[in-house]
């Protein structure tokens, strides 16, 4: 497959709809052949996502140095992201072109699953944007439904059964990250966002429309996703491509920003429980061998390892393999 397929998931709110097999099977040769599909139909409207990127926008125009009483620590990975701050994961290559707001599922303080990893907890939220929690949060919950029927109609897809897979994001690590990229120079090196794979189980993004996304086909070529307005773009991580045995594609993908514009993402990273150990479910494919790894592990591991001054190891998993 060379191009995204755009795919409308309206039969995949109700199991009954006659409808509901063939939706089954689009999303399935989407996800099993470039990883990557456009999505309309999921009942989330326009104004909320345009509510959501103004709100995004108010974000990275606070003064600088709030950002920085704001900014991420090594203890509590939320809060803003300097630009330039991290580079690729294994340390090599140019700092990415971006600055972030990073968000975890909100977890009350007194919450007992605190105990259990000390990845839960509390965000921090933008003082100078008294609204973003609750702008962000509603916005979270119709995503947080999005996913749970894709990845109900994956188990279907491929024959899992009923909630094995969605029973694991019950107290889940869902995360999202807020994004300001400046735009490059058409003669400028680098990236947005260096090509990586997620490693997270299914990505959600609405897309800007000043565009830069791009996927890597099979065969080595970059393509843009071709998203209607309204709609979003869903990509599978390297759970999910862990989970299916390798049958479901987790695929390499980059930002450049050489529209002359500012651009604003956000997207929408869900992530199992803490105590879940992602091993595949299915007899894997002839030459897919990747070991199990555990969510809470592997997600310390990631936050780690974005540290410039941070090394990955031999207990460190595969985190989102380059591809250039």
């Known amino acids: 497959?060379?191009?995204?397929?755009?795919?409308?998931?309206?039969?995949?709110?109700?199991?009954?709809?006659?409808?509901?097999?063939?939706?089954?099977q689009q999303v399935m040769d989407a996800f099993t052949e470039?990883?990557?599909?456009?999505?309309?139909?999921?009942?989330?409207?326009?104004?909320t996502v345009a509510e959501v990127r103004t709100c995004v926008q108010a974000i990275f125009g606070i003064d600088e140095s709030a950002k920085w009483d704001q900014a991420i620590t090594r203890e509590n990975y939320r809060g803003f992201i300097p630009m330039g701050f991290f580079t690729p994961n294994d340390g090599s290559g140019k700092a990415d072109k971006y600055e972030g707001y990073k968000l975890h599922c909100e977890t009350a303080a007194d919450s007992p699953i605190r105990k259990d990893c000390a990845l839960y907890g509390p965000n921090i939220w933008p003082r100078e944007v008294p609204?973003?929690?609750?702008?962000?949060?509603?916005?979270?919950?119709?995503?947080?439904?999005?996913?749970?029927?894709?990845?109900?109609?994956?188990?279907?897809?491929?024959?899992?059964?009923?909630?094995?897979?969605?029973?694991?994001?019950?107290?889940?690590?869902?995360?999202?990250?807020?994004?300001?990229?400046?735009?490059?120079?058409?003669?400028?090196?680098?990236?947005?966002?260096?090509?990586?794979?997620?490693?997270?189980?299914?990505?959600?993004?609405?897309?800007?429309?000043?565009?830069?996304?791009?996927?890597?086909?099979?065969?080595g070529g970059w393509i843009t996703p071709d998203c209607p307005p309204g709609g979003f773009i869903v990509n599978i991580g390297d759970m999910l491509e862990l989970w299916s045995g390798g049958r479901l594609k987790s695929t390499p993908h980059r930002v450049v920003n050489r529209s002359g514009r500012e651009r604003y993402s956000f997207p929408y990273f869900a992530v199992p429980r803490h105590d879940v150990v992602v091993a595949p479910l299915l007899d894997p494919l002839p030459g897919f061998d990747r070991p199990s790894v555990h969510c809470g592990h592997?997600?310390?591991?990631?936050?780690?390892?974005?540290?410039?001054?941070?090394?990955?190891?031999?207990?460190?998993?595969?985190?989102g393999t380059l591809s250039d």
């Open 34 to 47: 470039i990883g990557f599909l456009s999505i309309t139909g999921t009942g989330i409207p326009l104004e």
């Open 1 to 24: 497959m060379d191009r995204i397929p755009t795919i409308d998931i309206a039969p995949l709110h109700d199991p009954d709809h006659a409808d509901y097999d063939r939706t089954v």
């Open 131 to 219: 609204k973003a929690g609750e702008v962000i949060l509603g916005y979270w919950a119709q995503l947080d439904r999005v996913a749970d029927m894709l990845i109900g109609a994956l188990e279907s897809g491929l024959g899992l059964p009923e909630r094995q897979l969605r029973d694991a994001f019950l107290q889940p690590m869902t995360n999202m990250t807020l994004l300001h990229y400046p735009p490059q120079s058409p003669d400028e090196g680098g990236y947005g966002i260096h090509p990586h794979k997620d490693t997270d189980a299914l990505t959600i993004i609405a897309p800007d429309p000043v565009g830069g996304l791009e996927v890597q086909t099979r065969d």
């Open 298 to 319: 592997w997600s310390a591991e990631i936050w780690r390892t974005n540290w410039p001054d941070e090394e990955a190891h031999d207990a460190t998993p595969e985190l």
